[in-house]
């Protein structure tokens, strides 16, 4: 009789640890991926059809290998003494909000083209101070007689700009979409198209 009760305080904290238990094996679990981790591929996985970073890395390599292996680069920007090159802001001509990704599209190709030592590249605050200043006086942010005055301003040779844009399939409970990522070097000076190219990256969701 003197032990009932001892048994009766013991029973809820053992059902108490159980709950802790089951709760600990739900909770959610945080995994570090990518280079140098027990999870190197983890940031390869498709987590949705939008727009990450394993696709911008791979629509923005894609382009800068055609341009370094380009005439245009190996016959007259590599034998220069580093010419001057701004980067324009690169247009979002699909139906999303990916300005994070347009951000991260432009530090990519920033990177690029200064660590292949061929050319000097016009930093980023003064390019952006510029395009700020052509939005409040209404200017054609995206036309290439304002991104060559813009690239005379800024004392560049070159100029590059761009475009991405996507096409966005269904068929039953798939969903196809495909983005595209469009750039081109102009010569400030003449207005003349150096370069261009175009690469491609479709992403399916199967429901």
């Not at 970073?53 to 923005?60: G, W």
């Not at 690239?151 to 475009?163: E, I, N, P, W």
Request: hydrophobic share 40%; with cysteine; proline share 4%.
């Amino acid at each position: 009789m003197v032990s009932r009760p001892c048994s009766l305080a013991v029973r809820p904290l053992a059902v108490s640890l159980a709950f802790a238990w089951l709760a600990l094996g739900c909770a959610p679990q945080v995994v570090r991926g990518g280079a140098g981790t027990a999870n190197p591929k983890l940031d390869e996985a498709a987590l949705g059809v939008g727009l990450d970073r394993e696709d911008i890395n791979y629509l923005v390599s894609e382009n800068i290998g055609s341009l370094s292996q380009s005439r245009f680069w190996t016959r007259e920007v590599e034998p220069a003494n580093q010419p001057t090159i701004a980067i324009w802001p690169v247009e979002n001509r699909t139906t999303q909000h990916i300005e994070d990704q347009l951000v991260t599209i432009l530090s990519s190709i920033e990177t690029s083209f200064v660590n292949s030592g061929a050319v000097r590249v016009v930093a980023r605050s003064d390019q952006e101070a510029l395009a700020d200043e052509i939005r409040r006086q209404g200017g054609a942010m995206y036309d290439p007689a304002t991104a060559q005055r813009a690239g005379r301003q800024l004392g560049a040779k070159y100029f590059v700009t761009g475009r991405i844009t996507s096409v966005d399939e269904k068929l039953s409970n798939v969903r196809r979409l495909q983005y595209s990522l469009f750039l081109q070097v102009l010569e400030v000076e003449t207005g003349l198209v150096k370069w261009q190219h175009e690469v491609t990256r479709s992403k399916q969701l199967k429901r």
